[in-house]
């Protein structure tokens, strides 16, 4: 459909409650996050005096859901969210696409919207590189709208509806764009001089599909060759939920191109790295951003925080991305290693001039069905 607006939609079983999302997203501004918001339709006569609630819950999963055993169990369940949000749920200030809808369906329509706690953890999801696994590791997060009583009342299958959502990061204006850069050297037992590698970025924050330019300098002032190089891109991950630490190499090259480089010589080249997640699929322990089945993932964007913050005070799992540049001497010799931290994230789709104008100059909408979405199919009424 042309220039409308995209919906998802999910009816409950019974039929008596259908909730729509314009975005399935809560957006991490770092200072603040925005809410996931929407419209509920829900019958006065259904209702009967009952309220609609919003449920947010989220899962650490640590470990294969295969592996438990005995009663060990390798996940964790938080309910972060638990609210009314119709009928009264107060007065929501509603933005053009809830306006739009709540015209659109009626009078049975309500305008909802969901915020999580200020540190709700990033989704992402870690490959456990087994297509079989029923369950994704990595924190995953579930909303649900239900009709109950009360908000401690257990919610039905029958008058509920689920859908899968994430709390992302999007590159944020204000991320420094210097041009990072580091130098390190070697010396040699028993050998004078020393060997010196600058590696240096145009940026800072790298976009994902962008490929990732280091461009070295050389320096051999020691009596050592060097025979060649080689170049990663390191994606390093903390789990908070297990203090556990580990790294992945998602890109790499190596390069004899100009070696060997021999004492008393310099050399300066610019290398191009491409980490996507597409080479990486089926590798255990990558982390990737967390997207719902069926969709094409990319690699997990990396882990900001706001200014006055130390990032490893951040939950869930924390994600952070280096260029490392080796240089190999040959057996005797060694290697000379530099890392060069860098920021990997997507472009904020909301501040697009295209996406403005769209949600501003139309009153279509296309409704994907949310249950159809998830098996890989997609399905638009208007």
Do not use: W
Not at 132 to 140: A, L
Not at 354 to 364: E, G, H, V
């Amino acid at each position: 459909m042309v220039n409308a607006v995209k919906v998802f939609k999910k009816t409950a079983p019974n039929g008596k409650v259908t909730a729509y999302l314009s975005r399935r997203d809560f957006v991490d501004h770092v200072t603040h996050t925005s809410p996931v918001d929407g419209v509920v339709v829900v019958d006065h006569d259904y209702l009967r005096g009952r309220r609609v609630f919003a449920r947010v819950a989220v899962t650490y999963r640590y470990g294969r859901e295969e592996d438990e055993v005995m009663g060990l169990h390798f996940s964790k369940e938080l309910e972060l969210v638990n609210t009314e949000v119709a009928p009264n749920a107060g007065q929501i200030q509603t933005n053009d696409v809830q306006d739009r809808l709540i015209k659109k369906l009626g009078a049975n329509a309500y305008p909802i919207s969901v915020n999580l706690p200020e540190n709700a953890p990033c989704s992402v999801t870690l490959d456990n590189g087994d297509e079989s696994s029923s369950h994704p590791m990595g924190v995953i997060y579930d909303l649900k709208l239900y009709v109950a009583d009360s908000k401690e009342e257990r919610p039905h299958k029958r008058n509920s509806v689920s859908f899968a959502v994430r709390k992302v990061q999007y590159a944020n204006p204000e991320i420094s764009n210097r041009q990072p850069q580091t130098l390190v050297s070697k010396t040699f037992t028993l050998s004078p001089g020393k060997l010196s590698l600058e590696v240096s970025l145009d940026h800072e924050l790298y976009f994902h599909g962008q490929p990732v330019e280091p461009r070295l300098s050389i320096n051999n002032g020691s009596k050592k060759t060097v025979k060649n190089i080689k170049a990663q891109v390191v994606q390093h991950v903390e789990v908070t939920m297990t203090n556990n630490q580990f790294s992945r190499v998602v890109a790499s090259l190596e390069s004899r191109e100009g070696c060997p480089i021999t004492p008393g010589s310099n050399l300066t080249k610019a290398l191009t790295l491409n980490p996507v997640a597409s080479v990486n699929k089926r590798r255990f322990g990558i982390a990737l951003d967390g997207q719902i089945k069926d969709q094409d993932a990319n690699l997990a964007s990396s882990t900001v925080v706001a200014a006055g913050k130390n990032v490893n005070d951040a939950l869930g799992v924390i994600v952070s991305y280096s260029v490392r540049v080796k240089l190999n001497c040959g057996a005797i010799g060694g290697e000379l290693t530099a890392d060069l931290p860098f920021k990997l994230m997507h472009p904020d789709p909301s501040t697009s001039k295209a996406t403005i104008r769209k949600m501003q100059s139309t009153d279509n909408f296309e409704f994907e069905d949310f249950a159809r979405l998830r098996r890989g199919q997609s399905v638009a009424d208007d």
